[in-house]
């Protein structure tokens, strides 16, 4: 059993982890708009991996003996002015999730909970991995400046990422 306080925390971070699923289709919905398939694609699979980051978190507070506590999604937005700032957002976001992460660790180092502990070291892995993809299409954005054809390209190699593969189709 964990405490009320870890339970709590935990059930937040599952709300964030729907949130960035749902902020993700926005995106993609965004991209499949403007015609740029390859990116609504990346950003679907996006979502998809987050929904099942939200479900390791509904399981694991369930396998604890804990009770799951939905709250309310925030909105996601809806407008952004071009893809940069959309891929921008993305890279922030994770950076926030990789903060989120990290003082869920610290609350189950401060409270000695082992099994939370090391149930959120795969997070923490995966943080790393999440800020490196979105920082490095970031940077990809950057190096094409307003090349069309730079970003046909790169809407190309974007919707090539499969599920579960992200680190090799960025
Ligand atoms: Fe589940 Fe992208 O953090």
Known sequence: MISAKMTDALNKQLNKELYSAYLYLAMSAYFEDKNLKGMARWMRVQA????IHGMKFFDFIQKVGSRVKLEQIQQPGFEWSGPVEVFQEAFEHEQFITKSINE???????????ATSTFLHWFVDEQVEEEAIASDIVQKFNLIGDSKGGLFMLDRELGSRIMGAAPNNV
Do not use: I, K, N, S
Request: glycine share 0%; hydrophobic share 35%.
């Open 104 to 114: 869920l660790v610290d609350l189950a180092m401060q409270e000695r909970d082992h």
């Open 48 to 51: 998809d991996e987050e929904h």
